[in-house]
């Protein structure tokens, strides 16, 4: 079976600021952002038919897209199959860069 993109809220359960030492080397996780991450976020997805684990996902983001966090677009899939309770993130997109494409 293949994997299944999964439809769902995701929601910030935590956010710990990352040090300035490294934030040099960690880039912000949205598509396209080429900014450096000032952020370590913990998310969960809420999904009425799927019932996750309650797994949390670490996802860095720079100090613009944590500002906006409830804008952007989280696009999930189920692994290592459809039948899997697991989630994988498959990419963040902000929605401003959506409506420049």
Same mark, same amino acid.
């Given at each position: 079976?293949?994997?299944?993109?999964?439809?769902?809220?995701?929601?910030? %359960?935590?956010?710990?600021?990352?040090?300035?030492?490294?934030?040099?080397?960690?880039?912000?996780?949205?598509?396209?952002?080429?900014?450096?991450?000032?952020?370590?976020?913990?998310?969960?997805?809420?999904?009425?038919?799927?019932?996750?684990?309650?797994?949390?996902?670490?996802?860095?983001?720079?100090?613009?897209?944590?500002?906006?966090?409830?804008?952007?677009?989280?696009?999930?899939?189920?692994?290592?199959?459809?039948?899997?309770?697991?989630?994988?993130?498959?990419?963040?997109?902000?929605?401003?860069?959506?409506?420049? %494409?």
């Amino acid at each position: 079976m293949e994997e299944l993109e999964e439809k769902g809220q995701t929601v910030l %359960a935590g956010r710990t600021p990352i040090a300035e030492a490294k934030t040099n080397n960690v880039l912000c996780m949205v598509d396209g952002c080429l900014n450096h991450a000032a952020v370590a976020c913990e998310v969960t997805v809420t999904n009425r038919q799927l019932h996750p684990n309650h797994e949390t996902h670490r996802i860095n983001l720079c100090k613009t897209h944590d500002n906006g966090f409830q804008t952007l677009k989280w696009q999930w899939r189920r692994t290592p199959d459809a039948a899997s309770q697991r989630l994988k993130l498959d990419g963040v997109y902000a929605l401003d860069a959506i409506e420049d %494409a």
